[in-house]
């Protein structure tokens, strides 16, 4: 499986950004995909996911900003992420899930969001 990530970037705060995830070889998922990211001195966290049935969910902190979506077609993933603090500055990876744990992952994409 391979995932990569693009879209990152810079902004200032209140814009937006789209990342999206590109997923190729077996990418057979019985939990579905996920983003995650990693500020500087934090441990990774998950912001937002949605599952092979579609169920979606958000870390508290995004809810309202950020909206996840993906096209079966094209094995794509996205975060649509509007009104963006400096505090969602970080590194942005999507991930899949498979026999219950994210198991692959994208390589990253770094957004940063200035004041």
């Known amino acids: 499986v391979q995932l990569m990530e693009s879209g990152g970037g810079s902004v200032q705060a209140g814009g937006s950004l789209k990342l999206s995830c590109a997923a190729s070889?077996?990418?057979?998922?019985?939990?579905?995909m996920g983003w995650f990211r990693q500020a500087p001195g934090r441990e990774r966290e998950l912001v937002s996911s949605?599952?092979?049935?579609?169920?979606?969910s958000y870390a508290y902190s995004v809810k309202g900003r950020f909206t996840i979506s993906r096209d079966n077609a094209k094995n794509t993933l996205y975060l649509q992420m509007n009104n963006l603090k400096t505090e969602d500055t970080a590194v942005y990876y999507c991930a899949l899930c498979r026999a219950g744990s994210y198991q692959d992952w994208g390589q990253g994409t770094q957004v940063t969001v200035a004041s």
């Open positions: 949605i599952s092979t049935y579609g169920t979606i």
């Open positions: 070889g077996y990418i057979f998922s019985n939990c579905g």
